[in-house]
């Protein structure tokens, strides 16, 4: 097992280096957050988060989410997606206007499945605080709810987030409590089954999201500041995606929107703050990947600040830069023609790849056949072969 782990990863590395040199540009604009000694302040009540500047701590978290169902009890439900291997709770609310909601598409956050990466976070508590108070005051906010399903998953991975303990954030970590990063833990479309077994919390996510329809959905990032969009595990030149151009032209409309408050914020990718994913480094297991090609979600993968854990300093201001976007992006899914997306997401899931990576013979099983392929002389490398008519990506060893 470690052997064939430690193979991929060298083939990996040998095509992702030069795209990912290519797009990083020479020099940097000062990002202030990353430059200032850093603050991490927690609330330890309900109070102490009046001000948004701190993070919760578990508890008040868990607080927070119930308060916003007592608060605002027609509008909104807290759904628990499951519990970590350390038993917290992975929790949802589904926030939607009042009257008949049959009919409104389903939209979906979710953020913080690398317990370390926190802005993300914050900022989606602040976000559910702010769609249910602005809920018949703001006009904006009224008619979105009355037209959309919003649901927002603020922590994904909580035993990563609180693995120092439940009263800070302070040492927390990118895996959750078995050492599992969860975003290398998704079934692909490359074909290959993730190394290590899925965690309960994917589990949770997967039963999740396939009892739902989501149409459109986020999962919230940090470390850098870009969108990133599918595919993760094929570069544009390998495969584009089928809705390529209308996912720059949306993550174009969210960074402008954050540029319009803050001109600095998503330069340290790419000048224009958005990437197809395996263009700036491929990954193979990533939930982004998982939820466009098996589930027929349009997933983006937002990296909302270049800091990991953003300084407590920051958080307010980026809130006011990133709110609008935010807000924005579920508007998007009004921009979506349904009717391909999940024809593609039940034909991709019926193309099984072994052994994916190879040094040689290929098999590849669909539904009605078996294909048999063979790389043996062929130099090392990531080939795409056309299975009737579908692309498989294959590793040669
Ligand atoms: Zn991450």
Not at 145 to 168: M, Q
Not at 230 to 248: F, G, I, R, V
Not at 358 to 380: E, F, K, M, W
């Amino acid at each position: 097992m470690m052997k064939r782990h430690s193979l991929l990863l060298l083939s990996l590395l040998m095509v992702t280096t030069m795209h990912a040199q290519k797009t990083r540009p020479d020099a940097f604009p000062p990002i202030p957050d990353t430059l200032a000694p850093k603050v991490v302040n927690m609330a330890t009540n309900l109070d102490e988060m009046a001000s948004w500047d701190r993070y919760p701590t578990y508890e008040v978290y868990i607080e927070m989410m119930e308060r916003f169902v007592q608060n605002y009890p027609t509008l909104c439900r807290l759904d628990t997606i499951g519990t970590s291997v350390q038993n917290r709770l992975i929790l949802s609310l589904a926030i939607t206007g009042i009257g008949d909601t049959s009919g409104r598409p389903e939209f979906f956050y979710s953020s913080t499945m690398h317990g370390d990466e926190v802005t993300g976070f914050y900022l989606m508590l602040r976000l559910c605080d702010t769609l249910l108070s602005s809920y018949g005051s703001s006009p904006d906010i009224t008619n979105l709810l009355d037209r959309v399903r919003v649901y927002i998953n603020p922590l994904s991975n909580p035993d990563g987030t609180y693995h120092s303990g439940n009263h800070t954030v302070v040492g927390s970590m990118r895996y959750n409590a078995n050492y599992i990063d969860l975003n290398r833990n998704y079934p692909d479309p490359f074909g290959t089954d993730p190394l290590d077994s899925l965690q309960v919390e994917n589990i949770a996510m997967i039963n999740y999201v396939q009892n739902h329809h989501f149409l459109l959905s986020a999962n919230l990032h940090g470390g850098s500041e870009v969108m990133n969009y599918p595919w993760d595990s094929y570069t544009s030149y390998e495969l584009l995606n089928d809705h390529a151009s209308w996912w720059k032209e949306v993550c174009k409309r969210f960074v402008d929107t954050c540029r319009m408050f803050d001109n600095w914020r998503f330069r340290d990718v790419s000048n224009n703050g958005y990437i197809n994913g395996g263009d700036w480094y491929v990954i193979h297991n990533g939930r982004q990947d998982y939820f466009n090609y098996y589930c027929g979600v349009r997933e983006l993968t937002m990296e909302l600040s270049t800091s990991k854990t953003l300084s407590t300093d920051y958080l307010r201001h980026y809130w006011d830069c990133q709110s609008h976007a935010l807000i924005n992006y579920i508007k998007e899914i009004f921009t979506i023609n349904t009717t391909t997306d999940r024809i593609q997401a039940t034909t991709a899931a019926q193309y099984r790849t072994y052994p994916n990576p190879t040094r040689g013979p290929i098999t590849v099983a669909t539904p009605t056949q078996v294909y048999h392929y063979n790389l043996s002389d062929r130099p090392s490398g990531v080939y795409v072969i056309s299975v009737e008519g579908h692309p498989v990506k294959v590793v040669k060893q």
